[in-house]
């Protein structure tokens, strides 16, 4: 079956990257009819929006989407196209697999984690003021409904991907309505519909440092939305950085995948981004399609470009000398071969 996905190339790498995952998914065999969108810093040009109602109209009829990682302006400016393409398609899961792989040498080769992050609220809220000359203050929503949407997906999550233990990373002891109120639904929501999968609760300083010194004693984590937006990268530092780890938001209609990383001015325009990352997403996408032939295919043409680790296939972040195009063909011939 032909497949309609909306593909938002974004800022920065995100192009470069988003050229390499969708060729790369058209030579799995899937058939993908791509819907190219704009989003971002980029979009401002011919839109005057950075989220055009168009790309949200094109996502909501779809439902599905590739997106490449988009620019927010630090201190001021637009407010975040992500988060308002969280909230406004009401893509309330953000899932992002954190695993050791193949030929990436780090400091744990033990690392097999999902992180669950809250995609809609918390600080996020955007909800900030001036008090006063010199005082601002930002407002951290927390619902019920949202805390129990979320640990509901998470232990729903464990059960059908057969995992064993969820974490809940919190600050509760400082934040005791707010993240109180998060530990509270998923407590209960344990109890009521995953008595068997094993449950525990960190504050999250302590949380990182486990992290860091033993990666392997997780299994899944479940976090609201700043922690897990922090800790996701914390945990991608611990299987060889940004360049590989994927993620996708999903909503009870809509999904987008996209990686964890951001637009990466710094080596943007360069062709030598990794767009493993991207390419990881949409195997989950193609998962998520059904696809699941296709996204085999691909996984195991990584996985060996990876293993065989010739340095010039290889992305820089990774410590090949190759760039995007090269490992992307490499990816593509491991597929053909
Ligand atoms: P970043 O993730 O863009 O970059 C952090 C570091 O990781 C940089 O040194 C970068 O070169 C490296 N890096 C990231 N992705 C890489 C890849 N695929 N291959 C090789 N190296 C890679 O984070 P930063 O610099 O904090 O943010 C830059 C912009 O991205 C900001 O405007 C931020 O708001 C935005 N952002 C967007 C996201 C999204 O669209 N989903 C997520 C995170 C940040």
Known sequence: MKHTVCLIPGDGIGPEVA??????????????????????????AKYGDVLPQETLEAIQRYQVALKGP???????GFKSVNVQLRKKLNLYAAVRPVRSMPGIQTRYDNVELVVIRENTEGLYSGIENEVTEGVVTSLKVTTRKACERI????????HERGRKKVTVFHKANIMK????????????????EAPDIEYNELIIDNGCMQLVKDPSQFDMLLLENLYGDMVSDLCAGLVGGLGVVPGANIGDTCAVFEAVHGSAPDIAGKNVANPLALIM???MMLNYLGETAAA????????????????????????????????????IRAMNG
């Not at 640990?151 to 464990?158: D, G, N, P, S, T």
């Not at 309505?177 to 344990?190: H, I, K, P, Q, S």
């Not at 972040?317 to 190759?322: E, V």
């Open 70 to 76: 988009v620019t927010t302006p630090i201190g001021g």
């Open 177 to 192: 309505m707010t993240d109180g109120l998060f530990l509270e639904c998923a407590r209960a929501v344990r109890t009521a």
């Open 151 to 158: 640990a509901r997906f998470a232990f729903r999550y464990a």
């Open 296 to 331: 085999e295919r691909i996984k195991n043409a990584y996985n060996h470009v990876l293993g065989r680790r010739r340095l010039e296939d290889l992305t820089p972040d990774i410590g090949g000398r190759g760039t995007t195009k090269t490992f992307t063909e490499a990816v």
């Open 19 to 44: 050229r390499a995952a969708r060729l790369v998914v058209d030579a799995s065999g899937a058939e993908i009819n791509w819907l190219e969108l704009a989003a971002g810093a980029g979009a401002v």
């Open 281 to 283: 997403s949409a195997v």
